[in-house]
């Protein structure tokens, strides 16, 4: 992710001292294994690795080490703080002097390790809570003088930092509550003192909720402290969401879903930060080494050139930019796939994932063969709908209505299974993509009263919005619970609960946030974003839309915009006369696509090169079939 300025300045500060602390105990007089093996003016490169998957943060204090010890040091990150990286990936490269390169190798190492390792843990919470409104905490559960590092690196994560100190939020705890006399009489104190201040108070039973729910003014949150899933819940019902929850005590990785599905709006978690497990990192010295990266692209290039016509390397939007570098289209999912049966390519090799894969198979030529460098590059967003689940939903919406083929038009956006596309094609219905999903559903209405649309529950909200259908109109699919048929039948449109882990990080605080930093700056967000981030911004669209909006502004314009970080990366570099910055200072980059890698390409096409055929993506006949039917039904539109 790019952080801001600030955020990497505040980090350097607090960072600083650490740093030179830690180059005096390690160090101290000099390095004497390398002092005494490598004589005087050795240059080396290296790299540093990821030998497990997992998030990366701390290059900016992991660069200050090397710097520290040796100005000449040259520290070039590969990856951005806060981007997914797999086993393999290579974070970082560095040159310098070799005795230099050794001494600072692991002081730097050990503080991207243990930040790396709190985003990672830090990212698995959030992602269990995905699905739900939950936010992720830290709390001030930090390694004692590391506290700035340590919440930087839970930020990276795609955490939210709770208090930096007991100075800048009050929290009225069991003590200060028996200590004063009440919860009452803590917050009044609390409140003449310092006016200024938000309270929080903390709640040990419902007694304690309901007092410190008569608080006037509201509080600003309520902390439920060690309470079980079902009080939890109950405490939900009575807050009836006049002041916000945070959960608090044991949120394991096991736990935070049944915590988080209970309602509450946080979930803090100590552990984030003082139980670490350093992510494991190493860095690999040699300029033979260094040159690894080089020679992959090289011998990539050389494969391709050998190929020629007969292959053609798709490279989606969101893809790494040494991987879109190298590939003959880039574009977004259904425009490659397009592009790629326009060739008469023998094999169409997608950097992508796995759906995107599957649709060009169902409009590959015959003797077209797909292939993806990663067959586990799989989509969060598709995944969320099974052909199961959705199944299970239509009977459930043909007894309600008595025929669910009369009655709603099944849509499926673009990013879903072959076989989602395929119910479609049997049951009348339309794939749609970001770009025309508001033509599609008018053309979907013009067909049966009501739309059921699946997978993404913000597109579909967002398309029935601009169609002038209000939310009373709309029914969220809750497959656990099934609504009533009354409440099918009163809905225009019923949509599935699906969201896209990247595009949902985008909250209505950060486009407020960014408005107030840089006035007159346009909010510009993909319509995978929730409702309530689409309705504040000042336009939104597919990430073609995006891009052409962005190419077609005059110099000077200012753009926060609310996508995938790659992309939004690129189009900083293609643009240095406008300013576009991120919507927010959250890591949005999507992990499925990080899954394919220089490597995993390289590999592949090393065995096309021998005539081997690896990770090919193919579709059954049948769903093949009734899958191009939905999909020419949206290209006749
Ligand atoms: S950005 Fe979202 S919708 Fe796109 S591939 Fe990643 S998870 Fe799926």
């Given amino acids: 992710m790019k952080t801001s300025p600030q955020s ?160 800048d939020m009050m929290m009225i705890k069991d003590n200060h509550i028996d200590g004063s006399g009440g919860i009452t009489r803590a917050v009044q104190q609390a409140r003449t003192h310092y006016p200024d201040l938000p309270v929080e108070v903390e709640v040990r039973n419902f007694d304690e909720l309901r007092e410190a729910l008569t608080c006037d003014p ?131 090799v997608f950097c992508g994932v796995h759906f995107m894969a599957e649709s060009a198979a169902v409009l590959a030529k015959a003797h077209q063969h797909v292939l993806i460098p990663d067959m586990s590059a799989g989509c969060y967003l598709a995944d969320t709908a099974t052909p199961q689940g959705v199944v299970a939903a239509w009977e459930a919406l043909d007894a309600a209505t008595g025929n669910a083929d009369e009655a709603f038009t099944p849509i499926t956006y673009v990013n879903s299974t072959a076989a ?51 939310d009373s109109e709309m029914l969220v699919w809750d497959s656990f619970n099934p609504p009533g048929a009354d409440a099918v039948r009163a809905s225009k449109v019923i949509i599935w609960p699906g969201a896209c882990k990247v595009h949902q990080r985008f909250l209505p605080e950060h486009v407020g946030a960014v408005r107030q930093r840089y006035p007159g700056i346009r909010v510009i967000v993909h319509p995978e974003c929730p409702a309530s981030v689409v309705d504040l911004a000042d336009e939104n669209g597919s990430t073609a839309y995006i891009i052409r909006r962005i190419d077609e502004a005059a110099p000077g314009t200012q753009w926060a915009v609310g996508t995938e970080s790659r992309l939004v990366h690129r189009l900083q570099a293609l643009h240095p006369e406008q300013k576009i910055i991120t919507l927010a200072d959250v890591p949005a980059f999507c992990g499925s696509m990080s899954r394919i890698t220089l490597r995993k390409l390289a590999h592949l096409l090393e065995a096309l090169a021998r005539g081997e055929v690896l990770n090919e993506v193919t579709v059954d006949a049948e769903t093949a079939r009734w899958a191009k039917i939905a999909l020419e039904r949206m290209l006749e539109l």
Wanted: aromatic share 4%.
């Fill in 8 to 167: 990497i300045h505040a980090l350097l500060e607090a960072a600083a001292p650490l740093v030179d602390l830690a180059i005096e105990e390690d160090i101290g007089p000099g390095d004497a294994t390398s002092l005494s093996t490598l004589p005087p003016h050795t240059d080396l490169t290296g790299r540093i690795i990821a030998k497990e998957p997992g998030i990366i943060a701390g290059l900016p204090v992991a660069t200050a080490v090397f710097c520290k010890v040796d100005p000449s040091i040259t520290v070039t990150p590969l990856v951005e703080e806060g981007q997914e990286v797999v086993t393999g990936d290579i974070i970082a490269t560095v040159a310098g002097p070799g005795r230099s390169l050794l001494a600072a190798e692991r002081i730097a190492l050990n503080f991207l390790q243990r930040m790396s390792g709190i985003a990672t843990q830090t990212n698995a919470l959030v992602d269990a809570v995905d699905a739900t409104r939950a936010t992720i905490l830290d709390t001030r559960k930090t390694l004692p003088g590391y506290r700035i590092l340590d919440k930087y690196a839970v930020r990276m994560g795609g955490g939210t930092n709770h208090r930096m100190s007991l100075s």
């Fill in 420 to 470: 989602l596309k395929a119910f479609c094609g049997r049951h009348g219905g339309i794939v749609c993509t970001s770009g025309n999903a508001d033509e599609v559903s008018r053309w979907a209405l013009t067909q049966r009263p009501g739309i059921f649309f699946f997978p993404d529950q913000h597109l579909g909200r967002n398309t029935a919005h601009k169609m002038g259908i209000a």
């Fill in 218 to 348: 509201p509080l600003d949150r309520i902390l439920l402290d060690n309470m079980t899933p079902d009080q939890m819940r109950e405490a939900v019902m009575i807050a009836d969401g006049r002041v916000p929850l945070e959960a608090s005590g044991n949120i394991t990785l096991a736990r935070a879903a049944e915590v988080a599905a209970t309602g509450v709006d946080y979930l803090s978690a100590g552990s984030l930060t003082h139980s670490v497990k350093a992510l494991d990192l190493s860095m690999k010295i040699g300029s033979k080494a260094g040159n690894a990266l080089s020679e992959r692209i090289r011998r990539i290039r050389q494969i391709k050139a050998e190929l020629g016509d007969r292959m053609v390397i798709l490279g989606h939007h969101y893809q790494r930019d040494e991987i879109v570098n190298l590939a003959d289209f880039r574009g977004d999912s259904l425009q490659l796939a397009r592009k790629a049966i326009q060739t008469d390519a023998e094999y169409i």
